[in-house]
């Protein structure tokens, strides 16, 4: 099965053609196809590894911008009444692996 390491956001993802991967919300619309930085493309036992990225990109297509589940945090002091009750739900882009680059590169 091939696949690939990339890079968006400072983070990385494992990316296989054909599956969905949520990155952190990137300023583009939905449909819009971009590429993505490759550190490193395994096929099999073909491993190639970028010094630091590789020449072809992976081709993604941005499908929707979706939310993450929602996050509580909850702050306590007993005996001071003081209970502060917060939470938020993170931002994804959900992007669809078209391709990744070609061999060789």
Do not use: C, N
């Not at 001071?80 to 992007?95: D, E, N």
Request: aromatic residues 4%; glycine residues 12%.
């Amino acid at each position: 099965m091939k696949y690939a390491i990339v890079e968006s956001g400072g983070k990385q993802y494992r990316a296989v053609e054909g599956s969905t991967i949520d990155v952190d919300r990137l300023p583009v619309e939905t449909g819009e196809k971009i590429d993505l930085p490759v550190l490193l493309v395994a096929d099999g036992d073909d491993v190639q590894i970028g010094t630091p990225l590789l020449g072809a990109p992976v081709k993604a297509t941005v499908l929707a911008h979706v939310k993450g589940p929602k996050v509580l945090s909850f702050k306590y002091r007993p005996k001071k009444r003081i209970r502060v009750r917060g939470g938020h739900r993170h931002q994804y882009t959900r992007l669809m692996v078209d391709a990744i680059g070609g061999e060789g590169k």
